[in-house]
């Protein structure tokens, strides 16, 4: 079932969200849920707050880059009650997105390096290390669970330079190409 994807404004984006325990109820249709919601629209990665559930689960699928990276072919992963516990080595730009703010693309600085502990679908702990682009999409869905968008580093500058676009998205004056959930109209429907 395709879940309606939270957009920019939501301040469940900005919480900093709960661990689930290994009980937690239909936590399989959910992960399958949030898989088929991401590749419906086309993301390497869906975190939890983003179909507007502030728990500690996030999927990715790195997929799409392995023409950069063929190691990422069918690179698929849930991350549950994840935890960053390192991160390493020189800070490098790439050009972001998300799916919680439609047709914005902003050069984010990161460490390459990561180390993280999490429990899989199965709820089996493990502890790896990842870099490159695996390691930054891992990082960017992390941060959703932090309460943390891409948008948050960017300079004041650029902020400034995609205002307008975060207010139209805020506000529901956009057509995304896949089903969005907004703020504003949300509570108009109260
Ligand atoms: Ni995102």
Redesign the pocket.
Known sequence: MFLPIVAYGDPILKQVAEDISSDHQNLKELIENMYETMYASHGV?L?AP?IGQSIRIFVIDCSPFEEDEPELSGFKKTFINAEILEEEGEEWLFKEG????PEVREEVSRQPKITIRYFDEDFVEHTETYEGLAARVIQ??YD?IEGI??TDYLSPLRKRMINRRLGDIRDGKITPEYRMRFYKSKKRKR
């Open positions: 990665g975190a983003q998300c799916l919680s703010i960017h869905e959703h968008l891409f």
